[in-house]
Nanobody, 126 residues
């Protein structure tokens, strides 16, 4: 059974940092694009960042560019999201996702992702 399990969420003051982790089990995702999405309170889920299988290509949403960094460790089957200079508008449930097909380009649309984690809450206080 494939599982993506997020961790590292919590409550932080504006300007602070958090590092989210997403550990995959049940299959390897070493050859697959992985991404982070978030659902702010009362809003639709939105793209945050994605990374190609070999880390050669990354893409981030404009709202987080320069503040959030996505990375991965294929040996650990884990993807990370380093979040710096957090703002209250970053408050959301953050989801990890993986594309089933190997290789390919970085994807920003959630319809391209086949596996999803349960999410981890990030709350940024002002």
């Amino acid at each position: 059974q494939v599982q993506l399990v997020e961790s590292g969420g919590g409550l932080v003051q504006a300007g602070g940092s958090l590092r989210l982790s997403c550990a995959a089990s049940g299959r390897t995702f070493s050859w697959n694009t992985m991404g982070w999405f978030r659902r702010p309170p009362g809003k639709e889920r939105e793209f945050v960042a994605a990374i190609s299988w070999n880390s050669a290509d990354t893409h981030s949403a404009g709202s987080v560019k320069g503040r959030f960094t996505i990375s991965r460790d294929n040996a650990k089957n884990t993807v990370y999201l380093q979040m710096n200079s957090l703002k209250p508008e970053d408050t959301a449930v953050y989801y990890c996702a993986a594309v089933s097909a190997g290789f390919g380009s970085v994807r920003v649309g959630e319809e391209a992702y086949d596996y999803w984690g349960q999410g981890t809450q990030v709350t940024v206080s002002s």
